[in-house]
């Protein structure tokens, strides 16, 4: 079962994520909250649209914008709306 791992922390695990060029999206339903912080950062994709991000707080320590999610993607990224991605040191085993 694929999962995110960061600082020895399970972040999210899942056996529905959906691959998208490359990155593991989890379901919304797959994270575990305790660990994610909302961020102020944003950016945009052509295809998918405009990119939230959650930094990522374990014992202390702070993982900036280490994941992100699409809360209203684009037609062609329907399927990952809401689902979360991680990069920047975060560990995805599938």
């Given amino acids: ?20 060029e490359g990155n593991h999206y989890f379901p919304p339903d797959s994270i575990h909250k305790e660990y994610f912080k909302d961020s102020d950062t944003h950016t945009t994709c052509p295809w998918k649209g405009v990119a939230s991000y959650y930094s990522i707080e374990v014992d202390g320590q702070v993982n ?28 995805v085993e599938a």
Avoid: H, Q
Wanted: charged content about 25%; glycine content about 4%; overall charge positive.
């Fill in 64 to 91: 900036k914008d280490a994941a992100w999610y699409y809360p209203s993607a684009k037609e062609k990224a329907k399927n990952i709306e809401g689902y979360v991605a991680f990069w920047r040191g975060v560990k």
């Fill in 1 to 20: 079962m694929p999962k995110a791992i960061w600082n020895d922390a399970t972040l999210a695990e899942s056996e529905n994520t959906v691959v998208v």
